[in-house]
């Protein structure tokens, strides 16, 4: 079935600003102008919507992400210039919506994070083989474990029973995560590059 770009958008919009479990296909089809028996027919129950619309926000993200290594050659900036998509997409598991899969549909959400880690993991290995040509990133590491470690860090802002979000911010956390992979990968003269990099951006 051809996916209807257009509608997917706007099931994550209400998925995202209300929930997944509060939100009903009688809102869907409302916020469609559709009937509801119009939306069955599309889709046979609400677990099979919510997939293709996770499957949707994801493969947006990733795209967007991508994009980026035809603009940026440096290995070292392309990792500051995902950094700002990388938050974006990780708002997939953002407050309620994250809330609401993680207790009402685990499976969906646990699929869904698998797919989303195989995929990133994908994308830093190629940075780091990137690094590690032009001479700015370790050679001894274990470049698909890092990947995957990485991005559990990322993700685990909304989730860690030991993080105050009152006291540290989304975008701080993530900064500072980026910066600890950042250390932990690079040689010394991919650290000279990276304190070089760090000290000509603003604040």
């Not at 996916?3 to 009903?24: N, Y």
């Not at 469609?32 to 046979?44: C, D, P, Q, V």
């Not at 603009?71 to 609401?100: C, G, H, P, W, Y």
């Not at 001479?135 to 590491?141: A, I, Q, S, T, V």
Request: charged residues 35%; aromatic residues 10%; glycine residues 4%.
């Amino acid at each position: 079935m051809e996916k209807d770009i257009g509608m997917l958008e706007k099931i994550l919009g209400l998925f995202l600003k209300d929930g997944v479990k509060t939100v009903t296909m009688d809102d869907i089809a409302k916020e469609l102008a559709m009937s509801k028996k119009t939306l069955y027919l599309k889709y046979k129950n609400k677990e099979e919507l919510l997939e293709d619309v996770l499957a949707f926000g994801l493969e947006k993200a990733i795209i967007k992400i991508r994009n980026l290594d035809d603009k940026v050659e440096n290995a070292i900036e392309r990792m500051f210039a995902r950094d700002e998509e990388f938050e974006n997409a990780s708002r997939t598991n953002d407050s309620i919506m994250l809330r609401q899969l993680v207790k009402y549909y685990p499976h969906i959400f646990n699929a869904h994070m698998l797919l989303f880690s195989e995929k990133l993991s994908e994308m830093l290995m190629h940075n780091i083989a990137r690094g590690r040509e032009q001479g700015l990133y370790r050679e001894n590491f274990d470049s698909e474990i890092y990947s995957k470690m990485f991005f559990q860090l990322m993700m685990t802002y909304d989730i860690s029973p030991y993080l105050d979000r009152e006291q540290v911010s989304r975008t701080y956390y993530h900064k500072e995560a980026l910066l600890l992979y950042m250390y932990a990968i690079t040689n010394e003269e991919g650290k000279k590059h990276l304190e070089r990099f760090k000290n000509s951006k603003p604040d």
